[in-house]
């Protein structure tokens, strides 16, 4: 069971370059989310999905794209890099319904814009 | 909205002895959620301990505790018998209970164990 996983774990660009950051998981989960962990501000949400089809923004949205196709795939698009958008980027999934809906991290995206 | 504040950026503790990390949170609502995440080295963020706000006994999990204080708003993670692989960050976290609400963070607490 692969859990959440990110492609890719390291990544430099330019300014004004774009990307697409990938984040998949095998475990049937509705919710889906986008954060970036910047020193000594915790980790901040950029865009969150609750199922196919549907995608909202979080806390700091401006930059970032995404879109939710699939239930399996979120993926989240820098159309212009900027040096402010250095930082470690974790997608995380969990299940909707029920109590015990834990919320489980992939390993994370070193992201660095020259 | 909520906010999460984990009042000590860093913390030490000697091999062997308990450590406590303090977090405040604040909200209006009655149902919720509250985490303690580990991040090590490794940069993988790991489940420590859950809280659900609607039980008043306090998590346990081996030798990480919680003080779970629902009135004063507050929630701290008690590290017992402190190994040198507890050396991490910890983020401290709260979910209002509603499928589709995202988990809030505070900004960390980095804890140093002293062998």
């Known amino acids: 069971n692969a859990g959440v996983t990110q492609t890719p774990k390291f990544q430099v660009l330019k300014t004004g370059q774009s990307m697409t950051l990938q984040c998949a998981q095998d475990?049937?989960?509705?919710?889906m989310s986008w954060y970036r962990q910047d020193p000594g501000m915790g980790l901040r949400l950029i865009h969150y999905?609750?199922?196919?089809?549907?995608?909202d923004q979080g806390e700091v949205p401006n930059g970032y794209n995404v879109s939710r196709s699939t239930t399996e795939d979120f993926p989240l698009r820098l159309l212009s890099a900027a040096p402010s958008q250095t930082s470690v980027y974790f997608c995380?999934?969990?299940?909707?319904?029920?109590?015990?809906?834990?919320?489980?991290f992939g390993p994370g995206t070193r992201l660095t814009v020259l | 909205a909520q906010t999460v504040t984990q009042s000590q950026p860093e913390m030490s503790v000697q091999e062997a002895e308990t450590v406590t990390l303090s977090c405040t949170y604040d909200t209006s609502e009655s149902d919720y959620y509250l985490f303690w995440y580990k991040q090590p080295p490794s940069r993988q963020m790991i489940l420590v301990i859950r809280q659900e706000a609607y039980k008043q006994q306090n998590a346990t999990e081996n030798r990480f505790s919680v003080n779970f204080q629902k009135a004063a708003k507050s929630f701290s993670l008690k590290i017992s018998d402190s190994q040198l692989g507890d050396a991490a960050m910890y983020f401290c976290?709260?979910?209002?209970?509603?499928?589709?609400?995202?988990?809030?963070f505070g900004k960390g607490t980095r804890l140093s164990v002293i062998a």
């Open positions: 475990m049937n989960h509705e919710y």
């Open positions: 999905s609750v199922g196919a089809g549907i995608t």
């Open positions: 976290a709260y979910r209002r209970n509603s499928g589709n609400t995202p988990l809030v």
């Open positions: 995380a999934s969990r299940e909707t319904s029920g109590r015990r809906n834990t919320q489980y």
